[in-house]
């Protein structure tokens, strides 16, 4: 449902849900977050949530129990519920992964089953969402799935959104002249506030909250001016009771949701919170219901919040910085709480921890827009002369120029890297991430030979500030140019040093690090393979299974048994495959990558097949069909279509 702001979307969807409900129908409605600082994937979440019905925030045996309760699968639950509610760890899946199980596992409870009761999900002013939301949504409404669902998602006219499907798009315009008459005659009739309705109208440009505004302004028995709309929500505001208006400001600052108690807690000492309370919904400024005042639009909440005056705006800010710490608020919440209140220091720290947890939570423009929140505020910190060099400055620009690389605004991200790079001064930890950033960018570009000697000088500042992780991360990067260049000889001795260098030897990197030895001795052994030399191949990839095993990555181990499974399929050992296929196939089970796993029984199915016993064969094509189905792998799905239509086991 698309249309101006104020053009009669939340007003169409009040009242489309009572007759739903009506009928039968399960009516859930979420929109952004209210606190204005678009947490991941809260909307989905709280859908998620009272889908299952589970409660939110929830735990992880909750959160199985739901899910058994809807039919889900347990592979559902880990990683990906859990991933989505940030609950159970994280495991040593890749990004991409974990963000293919969180978004399958999602959709999967959110289209519930063909028995679920009928079901309305309202997804409200989309455009507020982040990125991997507004995609996930975005595949729902095109995809509702077999069940009995009906999903709908409200925008405006937003460039977020102008690519967004479904398989119906509902187009609200502005009223015409004759409705706006027709109006003027249902409400006022023939009364004197009549006159000055069709009045007003002329400048209400049809939209149904304008002239609503304008209505309320003559029942309240005002009189309403000829200014634009913002000027009439801010005139109705002006003219509340002290209270009420004070009541209003508190919870536009807290974010247009407010807690009866904590607006009670912003307010004067002699205010009377519930009689302020009653006299906004009365005059339809709020809605308010278990304990909580929703403004009743985001165009009221954001022409109250600028109307507060300045000190007094940073006061509210203050105060509530104070109520809200210690609280299970996110620190992007009380960073901005903590900026507009005055205290860039620990708004920095603040904006930098969500960032991170944005990244964690595989929300890179998130992730960019609080590095940035960071960012400015540590600029203006450092004009001021409250901080000796940039350094600071630099760490958060690498972030964010990371950030920005992974979501697609390369040239953004290069703006910040190079001002980030000028920045980082004599610091080799924090120069050696900039570059880094620089080199991924040109990589990105197609720039190889560039990307290669920036990322050879990152490693140098890297190994001289001691960052061992860094240095092993930096030098499986620079392997993977040397070889896509078609120097495969230049990147094997630079992953046999860098082996040595990082891994002590090769017995990995301190700690069980994720980017232990494993990682290079394996892309040393994909080279050998590349290069056809399948037993030094072999011999680095058992290699990379022994580190593995020692830093207990499961990870690692999965991949190296799946290499060798590829290694002796190549040179035509197929028998000798199955045992590292089934170990590999185990080990992803346990950590949950679904599409891996069914790639592996399809391939250990051939293998079978091909070498004569084929009792277990069918079996693992009809597992391998079950999982690639709940991620959506429609390749998959063929494949092991195709399969299973042949004479059995064949």
Same mark, same amino acid.
């Given at each position: 449902?698309?249309?101006?702001?104020?053009?009669? &979307?939340?007003?169409?969807?009040?009242?489309?849900?009572?007759?739903?409900?009506?009928?039968?129908?399960?009516?859930?409605?979420?929109?952004?977050?209210?606190?204005?600082?678009?947490?991941?994937?809260?909307?989905?979440?709280?859908?998620?949530?009272?889908?299952?019905?589970?409660?939110?925030?929830?735990? !992880?045996?909750?959160?199985?129990?739901?899910?058994?309760?809807?039919?889900?699968?347990?592979?559902?639950?880990?990683?990906?519920?859990?991933?989505?509610?940030?609950?159970?760890?994280?495991?040593?899946?890749?990004p991409a992964v974990r963000r293919r199980e969180c978004d399958s596992a999602a959709l999967r409870a959110l289209r519930g089953r063909p028995s679920s009761p009928p079901t309305v999900l309202v997804f409200e002013d989309v455009e507020a969402y982040d990125r991997p939301l507004l995609a996930l949504v975005s595949r729902l409404l095109l995809t509702p799935g077999d069940g009995k669902l009906v999903v709908?998602?409200?925008?405006?006219?937003?460039?977020?959104?102008?690519?967004?499907?479904?398989?119906?798009?509902?187009?609200?315009?502005?009223?015409?002249?004759?409705?706006?008459?027709?109006?003027?005659?249902?409400?006022?009739?023939?009364?004197?506030?009549?006159?000055?309705?069709?009045?007003?109208?002329?400048?209400?440009?049809?939209?149904?909250?304008?002239?609503?505004? /304008?209505?309320?302004?003559?029942?309240?028995?005002?009189?309403?001016?000829?200014?634009?709309?913002?000027?009439?929500?801010?005139?109705? /505001?002006?003219?509340?009771?002290?209270?009420?208006?004070?009541?209003?400001?508190?919870?536009?600052?807290?974010?247009?949701?407010?807690?009866?108690?904590?607006?009670?807690?912003?307010?004067?000492?002699g205010d009377d919170v519930d009689a302020a309370l009653a006299t906004l919904t009365r005059r339809g400024m709020i809605a308010f219901a278990d304990g909580v005042a929703r403004i009743g639009h985001a165009l009221l909440a954001q022409v109250t919040y600028d109307g507060i005056p300045a000190e007094a705006r940073r006061q509210l800010h203050a105060q509530l910085a104070l109520l809200l710490a210690g609280?299970?608020?996110?620190?992007?919440?009380?960073?901005?709480?903590?900026?507009?209140?005055?205290?860039?220091?620990?708004?920095?720290?603040?904006?930098?921890?969500?960032?991170?947890?944005?990244?964690?939570?595989?929300?890179?423009?998130?992730?960019?827009?609080?590095?940035?929140?960071? !960012?400015?505020?540590?600029?203006?910190?450092?004009?001021?002369?409250?901080?000796?060099?940039?350094?600071?400055?630099?760490?958060?620009?690498?972030?964010?120029?990371?950030?920005?690389?992974?979501?697609?605004?390369?040239?953004?991200?290069?703006?910040?890297?190079?001002?980030?790079?000028?920045?980082?001064? &004599?610091?080799?930890?924090?120069?050696?991430?900039?570059?880094?950033?620089?080199?991924?960018?040109?990589?990105?570009?197609?720039?190889?030979?560039?990307?290669?000697?920036?990322?050879?000088?990152?490693?140098?500042?890297?190994?001289?500030?001691?960052?061992?992780?860094?240095?092993?991360?930096?030098?499986?990067? /620079?392997?993977?140019?040397?070889?896509?260049?078609?120097?495969?000889?230049?990147?094997?001795?630079? !992953?046999?040093?860098?082996?040595?260098?990082?891994?002590?030897?090769?017995?990995?990197?301190?700690?069980?690090?994720?980017?232990?030895?494993?990682?290079?001795?394996?892309? /040393?052994?994909?080279?050998?393979?590349?290069?056809?030399?399948?037993?030094?191949?072999?011999?680095?990839?058992?290699?990379?299974?022994?580190?593995?095993?020692?830093?207990?990555?499961?990870?690692?181990?999965?991949?190296?048994?799946?290499?060798?499974?590829?290694?002796?399929?190549?040179?035509?050992?197929?028998?000798?495959?199955?045992?590292?296929?089934?170990?590999?196939?185990?080990?992803?089970?346990?950590?949950?990558?679904?599409?891996?796993?069914?790639?592996? !029984?399809?391939?250990?199915?051939?293998?079978?097949?091909?070498?004569?016993?084929?009792?277990?064969?069918?079996?693992?094509?009809?597992?391998?069909?079950?999982?690639?189905?709940?991620?959506?792998?429609?390749?998959?799905?063929?494949?092991?279509?195709?399969?299973?239509?042949?004479?059995?086991?064949?």
């Amino acid at each position: 449902m698309r249309g101006r702001a104020g053009v009669g &979307k939340t007003r169409l969807i009040d009242e489309l849900l009572p007759v739903a409900a009506a009928r039968g129908h399960r009516c859930l409605r979420f929109g952004p977050d209210p606190t204005g600082v678009a947490e991941s994937w809260r909307p989905v979440r709280q859908a998620v949530a009272a889908r299952l019905g589970v409660s939110f925030p929830t735990g !992880l045996p909750e959160l199985r129990r739901g899910a058994e309760a809807s039919g889900l699968a347990a592979g559902d639950v880990r990683p990906g519920l859990a991933e989505l509610f940030r609950i159970g760890g994280r495991g040593e899946l890749e990004p991409a992964v974990r963000r293919r199980e969180c978004d399958s596992a999602a959709l999967r409870a959110l289209r519930g089953r063909p028995s679920s009761p009928p079901t309305v999900l309202v997804f409200e002013d989309v455009e507020a969402y982040d990125r991997p939301l507004l995609a996930l949504v975005s595949r729902l409404l095109l995809t509702p799935g077999d069940g009995k669902l009906v999903v709908i998602a409200t925008t405006s006219d937003h460039p977020r959104t102008a690519r967004l499907q479904a398989g119906e798009v509902i187009a609200l315009a502005p009223l015409t002249g004759d409705e706006l008459c027709d109006l003027v005659d249902a409400i006022l009739g023939s009364s004197p506030g009549a006159d000055r309705l069709a009045v007003c109208l002329a400048v209400a440009d049809g939209l149904p909250l304008h002239v609503e505004q /304008i209505v309320r302004v003559i029942v309240d028995g005002g009189t309403p001016s000829g200014g634009g709309l913002c000027a009439l929500l801010s005139a109705r /505001i002006d003219g509340l009771p002290p209270d009420a208006r004070r009541a209003l400001q508190a919870a536009a600052v807290i974010g247009g949701e407010a807690p009866r108690d904590l607006i009670a807690q912003l307010m004067r000492p002699g205010d009377d919170v519930d009689a302020a309370l009653a006299t906004l919904t009365r005059r339809g400024m709020i809605a308010f219901a278990d304990g909580v005042a929703r403004i009743g639009h985001a165009l009221l909440a954001q022409v109250t919040y600028d109307g507060i005056p300045a000190e007094a705006r940073r006061q509210l800010h203050a105060q509530l910085a104070l109520l809200l710490a210690g609280s299970s608020v996110g620190p992007a919440v009380l960073g901005r709480h903590a900026s507009r209140a005055g205290g860039s220091g620990d708004a920095v720290e603040l904006f930098q921890q969500a960032g991170d947890a944005r990244h964690a939570a595989l929300d890179d423009h998130g992730a960019a827009a609080c590095y940035q929140a960071a !960012l400015d505020l540590a600029r203006a910190a450092f004009v001021r002369g409250e901080e000796s060099d940039g350094t600071r400055l630099a760490r958060i620009g690498a972030c964010r120029g990371e950030a920005l690389l992974r979501s697609g605004d390369g040239a953004l991200a290069e703006t910040v890297l190079r001002e980030a790079f000028e920045r980082a001064g &004599k610091d080799p930890e924090t120069t050696a991430l900039v570059l880094r950033g620089l080199g991924r960018l040109l990589h990105s570009t197609g720039d190889d030979e560039q990307a290669y000697q920036v990322l050879r000088g990152a490693l140098a500042h890297a190994s001289s500030s001691g960052n061992l992780p860094l240095c092993a991360e930096l030098s499986l990067e /620079i392997g993977g140019l040397l070889q896509r260049r078609g120097d495969p000889g230049g990147a094997l001795q630079h !992953l046999r040093e860098a082996l040595l260098a990082c891994g002590l030897g090769g017995r990995g990197l301190p700690g069980g690090s994720p980017l232990s030895g494993w990682r290079i001795a394996l892309a /040393i052994a994909q080279i050998h393979a590349a290069l056809g030399r399948s037993d030094p191949a072999r011999r680095q990839a058992l290699g990379a299974l022994r580190q593995a095993e020692r830093a207990g990555s499961v990870a690692g181990q999965a991949r190296a048994h799946e290499q060798l499974a590829d290694f002796e399929c190549a040179v035509g050992r197929r028998a000798d495959a199955a045992p590292h296929r089934l170990a590999a196939i185990a080990l992803l089970r346990r950590e949950g990558d679904r599409r891996a796993v069914a790639r592996l !029984l399809i391939d250990a199915a051939s293998d079978e097949v091909a070498t004569g016993p084929q009792g277990r064969a069918r079996a693992w094509r009809g597992e391998a069909r079950s999982l690639a189905a709940a991620v959506e792998w429609e390749g998959g799905v063929r494949r092991c279509d195709e399969a299973l239509r042949q004479r059995p086991g064949g």
